[in-house]
């Protein structure tokens, strides 16, 4: 049997290689796992908005003749939304928007939007906020007023894709869920 040795400074050699390369790995885990976490958001975030939208579609609660408003549904289904959040998510606002389905048609439609937040992890939210200077991030306020023409004005602030990123401390992910039911008419 024979055993190999190493010299010392091979020994400090895989050490300091291991100095250098393990950060990198931790940063990478953990960015899969943000992105994990932000699928599971995504993911969630839609499926409250569907839910909202059937639930709200059934209840009939909300006047159909107000078109093109967005509606706050934050008070009616906001316990309903909050109960879906899942993986550290928090629930923001929802807003809901009647529009008609074809002009002069007596069908309308619900879109449902419904935000939520998700909290960044704390290397990570620094290094993103370096690496994207304000590309995708920007102010995070309410979508609740004004006008929602098609529903087009519910996406909220520019972001990547269903997914915005807060420009300032403590960095967290706005996580846009976003669902269209039939509702039927009302006259």
Known sequence: MSYETFSLSERGQSITETILVLPLFLALAFAGLQLAQLGVGIVMADYAASS?????????????????????????????????????????DAAGCVSPDVPGEPSVSLTVRVRATVSAFPILGDLLHGAWHANYTGPIGSAVSGACPGGSGMDGAPGLGPIN??????????????ATVRMNYQP
């Open 52 to 92: 909202v939208a059937r639930k709200a579609a059934a209840e009939e609660k909300i006047p159909t003749r107000l078109f093109n408003t967005i509606q706050d549904l934050t008070p009616l289904y906001g316990q309903k939304a909050t109960d879906l959040m899942v993986a550290g998510m928090k629930f923001q």
């Open 165 to 178: 990123f807060s420009a300032s401390p403590p960095y967290y992910f706005t996580v846009n869920g976003k």
